[in-house]
């Protein structure tokens, strides 16, 4: 197959739905100078912004003054050059990768066809229509409001737009509790002519079927493109780096499909990265015609099988992901689109995200219902970094119009081709039908006069049927979450903890009403103790960005705290809650500059505290997926790194909690607590834990050598220990620790009070720099009395932090190793300080 890209020379012009027609798309002037260039990829509100039509809409409230965008019409257009000749044999095509959303398409003054998906491709054969020399190319993109506001409602409900369920785009366009309206138009996605012969391959299905210790079968699906009378054959190569596994001739008959399997030996399998190398093999597949190469495939797979137990051996419900035989607890994040203008995300921004998921030793992300599949790129990066994939369908928070006949059809052609773009990628571990839908149904029961949920055809019935033709390997879970009585109870499936920062009352039953503790204990991150799911796949809190990025969005007059300004970041619906967990953990803050560090250590410790108890509940908690890894623009929200990548608190005391070994403490009652290790790898975990009590100047009140001996996958209890028994008196003076005699894990602390309630001395940090090359330093951070959070902050956009947000014990020292690209990085300027520091 022969592409030649279509991405330049393309230009944009706004119309009035009132002064436009059908008839005027063929005669448009291409030199008429009113028409502004336009980058595809990309969309129309990056175009305005770089002629200064429109201001950033992230900066300030200049998203509400573009409102005015969403309601044009939206005409794109280009001229190509076309001088080859088509041969007999030949088609070619024009593919639109994605077109968001409403387009109509014309070649030459042909219509070509309509197109209402953004999720899947427009591709349509212009043998008939395509002609020498210059050929032009013109769409028109209808307004997402005016098509869809002429549709029917009635039966439905929804959430933050009813526009948004007729549309079949990104739902978090449309506003979400994170993120702005922002309802982008154009081409998102490549353009290309694709020249090939009339027979090709169409798709390819490779699944391992069965592993043993030596040898692992597996299976090939490959479907063509249109029957010939001539012979044909397919010849499969599957290759270990420069090394054949398997090759194989094959004559195609009359029965296409071809399905054939093979085994190999000693395969190298596919692992997440904490448990082992995601090896990939390279597949090739060719197709010959009279022994004419005509058309090649060739695609990364890999050996691994992959399922979710959802019963112990005892019959017990679980919940827990098998990899290989081994079973995984997850350690994860959501992941929502990396930017609001979703056609202008580029593959280095994808690749950096990832790669801080994988340094955040995250073996998981779950792309969330309400943005998009995925660009190929993420898929391959996840591939090649061994981290799993949950994925949504692109459906959330709302009914659907499954009554209406041209819905479910536009509906099931994007199941379909997802199904088959994503099936062969290893990294893929779980489809999901929705997020939240049916949880929220139950819960709107009470206020529903048609009970019916609308949309339950499409994840009950359409989607079965769909994997089950298509991908039967993998598991279909309807919802997330689901199980039980409640779609979100504890006795089984996947859970969203909002118990934790939306205050709700737990256990309830399906149709009761929700109850709302809004209250700093209601909806305090201790609650998370109460929490017996099988899978926490939601759960979070908020916390601000970096000063960095809110110089960056809000105007210097307002960037102080509880300015208007500040308040329009927070798009929560109940924007209290922030002050709300603070008030309860760390106190109200003052300024702005306590705001930041207020919030985030709330979240942090909130996370941190969750995390380990989720941990230690293993096996009967199979994993973790916070709420959520990114955002898709400037602002406060749940995220642990902000829009720019920059990390928050939580990144570090995530990553350090999802360590494959950690030790942590258990408060069991007022009066005791437990000291537990969850060790998450396949060795067995022997080592010699120091436990002490401390006063925060350093003085020790009780020293303990505890041996432990923990088997593989095993979260174990160690040891009780008694407040009175081991001297605490002063308990808002003093804290409890744990570290490995011989340096193997992460030391633990545990405060037997809130941080606004410790009566923390002033401290002082001894700070030294060491160069170690042109790209690398070494901070040695030294404290005389207990230092808490310690922040490295300063000009740290590309550098690579080992570790930042921390608690250093009295007369502790530790290393930070910065490293960057940068060879600039010995004249970095940076501030380390702790919150309780003597000066400020």
Same mark, same amino acid.
């Given at each position: 197959m022969k592409k030649t890209s279509l991405t330049s020379g393309w230009q944009l012009k706004g119309y009035d739905k009132d002064n436009i027609s059908e008839l005027k798309l063929k005669d448009f002037d291409m030199e008429d100078s009113m028409w502004i260039p336009v980058k595809v990829p990309g969309d129309v509100h990056s175009a305005l912004m770089q002629q200064g039509i429109i201001e950033d809409p992230f900066y300030s409230t +200049?998203?509400?003054?573009?409102?005015?965008?969403?309601?044009?019409?939206?005409?794109?257009?280009?001229?190509?050059?076309?001088?080859?000749?088509? $041969?007999?044999?030949?088609?070619?095509?024009?593919?639109?990768?994605?077109?968001?959303?409403?387009?109509?398409?014309?070649?030459?003054? $042909? =219509?070509?066809?309509?197109?209402?998906?953004?999720?899947?491709?427009?591709?349509?054969?212009?043998?008939?229509?395509?002609?020498?020399?210059?050929?032009?190319?013109?769409?028109?993109?209808?307004?997402?409001?005016?098509?869809?506001?002429?549709?029917?409602?009635?039966?439905?409900?929804?959430?933050?737009?009813?526009?948004?369920?007729?549309?079949? =785009?990104?739902?978090m366009n449309f506003r979400w509790d994170w993120g702005p309206r922002l309802l982008t138009?154009?081409?998102?996605?490549?353009?290309?002519?694709?020249?090939?012969?009339?027979?090709?391959?169409?798709?390819?299905?490779?699944?391992?079927?069965?592993?043993?210790?030596?040898?692992?079968?597996?299976?090939?699906?490959?479907?063509?493109?249109?029957?010939?009378?001539?012979?044909?054959?397919?010849?499969?190569?599957?290759?270990?780096?420069?090394?054949?596994?398997?090759?194989?001739?094959?004559?195609?008959?009359?029965?296409?499909?071809?399905?054939?399997?093979?085994?190999?030996?000693?395969?190298?399998?596919?692992?997440?990265?904490?448990?082992?190398?995601?090896?990939?093999?390279?597949?090739?597949?060719?197709?010959?015609?009279?022994?004419?190469?005509?058309?090649?495939?060739?695609?990364?797979?890999?050996?691994?099988?992959?399922?979710?137990?959802?019963?112990?051996?005892?019959?017990?419900?679980?919940?827990?992901?098998?990899?290989?035989?081994?079973?995984?607890?997850?350690?994860?994040? +959501?992941?929502?689109?990396?930017h609001s203008l979703i056609g202008t995300i580029d593959k280095k921004t994808y690749v950096d995200w990832i790669q801080l998921a994988k340094e955040g030793n995250m073996n998981m992300l779950r792309i969330w219902g309400g943005g998009i599949y995925e660009k190929e790129i993420f898929y391959e990066t996840c591939d090649a970094s061994g981290i799993l994939i949950w994925q949504d369908f692109m459906f959330t928070c709302s009914s659907y119009p499954d009554f209406d006949f041209e819905f479910m059809s536009n509906v099931k052609a994007e199941i379909r081709y997802i199904v088959k773009a994503l099936r062969n990628h290893p990294s893929l571990a779980i489809w999901c039908g929705n997020n939240e839908i049916q949880w929220l149904h139950g819960q709107k029961l009470p206020q529903l006069v048609d009970l019916r949920l609308y949309g339950e055809k499409i994840y009950h019935d359409l989607m079965p049927e769909i994997l089950q033709e298509l991908d039967p390997s993998r598991l279909y879970w309807p919802s997330s979450p689901f199980g039980g009585n409640d779609p979100n109870s504890d006795?089984?499936?996947?859970?969203? +903890?909002?118990?934790?920062?939306?205050?709700?009352?737990?256990?309830?039953?399906?149709?009761?009403?929700?109850?709302?503790?809004?209250?700093?204990?209601g909806i305090s991150f201790k609650r998370f103790a109460e929490?017996?799911?099988?899978?926490?796949?939601?759960?979070?809190?908020?916390?601000?960005?970096?000063m960095e990025t809110l110089e960056a969005c809000i105007p210097k007059e307002d960037l102080y705290f509880d300015s208007f300004e500040m308040k329009y970041r927070n798009k929560d619906k109940r924007p209290d809650r922030g002050k709300l967990l603070m008030e309860g953990y760390t106190g109200l803050p003052h300024n702005l500059e306590e705001y930041i560090d207020f919030s985030m250590m709330a979240q942090a410790e909130g996370l941190k505290y969750g995390i380990e108890h989720y941990r230690r509940r293993w096996p009967e908690c199979g994993g973790s997926i916070i709420w959520q890894l990114n955002d898709c623009w400037p602002t406060m929200s749940w995220s642990i790194a902000d829009f720019f990548g920059r990390p928050k608190a939580g990144y570090y005391y995530t990553k350090r909690v999802y360590k494959p070994i950690i030790i942590s403490f258990k408060e069991e009652t007022l009066d005791y607590f437990?000291?537990?290790?969850?060790?998450?790898?396949?060795?067995?975990?022997?080592?010699?834990?120091?436990?002490?009590?401390?006063?925060?100047?350093?003085?020790?009140?009780?020293?303990?050598?505890?041996?432990?001996?923990?088997?593989?996958?095993?979260?174990?209890?160690?040891?009780?220990?008694?407040?009175?028994?081991?001297?605490?008196?002063?308990?808002?003076?003093?804290?409890?620790?744990?570290?490995?005699?011989?340096?193997?894990?992460?030391? +633990?602390? %545990?405060?037997?009070?809130?941080?606004?309630?410790?009566? %923390?001395?002033?401290?002082?940090?001894?700070?030294?720099?060491?160069?170690?090359?042109?790209?690398?330093? =070494?901070?040695?951070?030294?404290?005389?009395?207990?230092?808490?959070?310690?922040?490295?902050?300063?000009? %740290?956009?590309?550098?690579?932090?080992?570790?930042?947000?921390?608690?250093?014990?009295?007369?502790?020292?530790?290393?930070?190793? %910065?490293w960057t690209q940068n060879p600039k990085i010995v004249d970095l300027k940076i501030t380390v300080q702790a919150i309780n520091n003597r000066t400020k």
């Open positions: +200049n998203a509400e003054k573009c409102r005015w965008v969403e309601d044009k019409i939206w005409v794109y257009r280009t001229r190509f050059a076309f001088n080859e000749e088509i $041969q007999n044999d030949e088609v070619i095509e024009l593919v639109f990768q994605g077109l968001d959303t409403f387009a109509t398409v014309y070649l030459n003054g $042909q =219509k070509l066809g309509i197109h209402s998906n953004m999720f899947i491709p427009f591709k349509v054969d212009i043998t008939p229509f395509i002609q020498y020399g210059i050929n032009e190319v013109l769409i028109s993109f209808d307004s997402v409001i005016t098509v869809t506001e002429r549709k029917d409602y009635s039966k439905m409900w929804f959430s933050y737009s009813r526009n948004r369920v007729w549309a079949r =785009k990104a739902q138009a154009g081409i998102w996605k490549e353009v290309e002519l694709q020249c090939h012969k009339k027979v090709s391959i169409d798709y390819s299905y490779f699944t391992t079927t069965h592993l043993s210790c030596d040898r692992a079968e597996v299976s090939l699906d490959i479907g063509l493109k249109q029957a010939s009378n001539k012979r044909l054959k397919v010849k499969i190569d599957m290759m270990e780096e420069e090394k054949s596994v398997y090759s194989q001739e094959i004559k195609v008959d009359e029965n296409n499909p071809i399905h054939m399997t093979f085994e190999v030996n000693h395969p190298k399998l596919w692992w997440t990265h904490d448990l082992g190398e995601p090896f990939l093999y390279d597949l090739r597949i060719e197709l010959f015609e009279e022994d004419r190469l005509i058309d090649t495939k060739v695609q990364k797979v890999g050996i691994r099988q992959l399922e979710i137990q959802q019963k112990d051996e005892a019959g017990n419900s679980r919940f827990m992901f098998v990899l290989n035989g081994v079973g995984v607890f997850v350690k994860g994040a +959501n992941w929502v689109p990396a006795e089984q499936g996947d859970k969203h +903890n909002w118990q934790v920062w939306a205050g709700q009352i737990y256990p309830r039953k399906y149709g009761e009403p929700v109850l709302v503790d809004n209250s700093p204990h929490d017996m799911c099988k899978f926490a796949s939601e759960f979070g809190m908020h916390a601000l960005p970096v437990s000291l537990w290790v969850s060790n998450d790898t396949c060795e067995i975990y022997e080592d010699t834990l120091i436990v002490g009590l401390q006063d925060f100047f350093g003085h020790n009140e009780y020293y303990e050598e505890v041996p432990v001996y923990v088997k593989p996958k095993q979260s174990l209890k160690i040891k009780v220990f008694f407040k009175n028994r081991i001297n605490v008196t002063y308990a808002n003076f003093e804290f409890m620790y744990v570290k490995s005699l011989e340096g193997k894990v992460d030391q +633990n602390i %545990l405060f037997f009070y809130d941080y606004k309630d410790l009566n %923390l001395p002033p401290c002082t940090l001894d700070v030294r720099k060491e160069v170690l090359s042109e790209q690398e330093i =070494k901070l040695k951070i030294k404290t005389d009395c207990f230092a808490k959070f310690v922040k490295i902050a300063g000009d %740290l956009d590309g550098i690579k932090l080992s570790d930042n947000y921390f608690d250093l014990m009295p007369n502790e020292e530790k290393e930070i190793l %910065l």
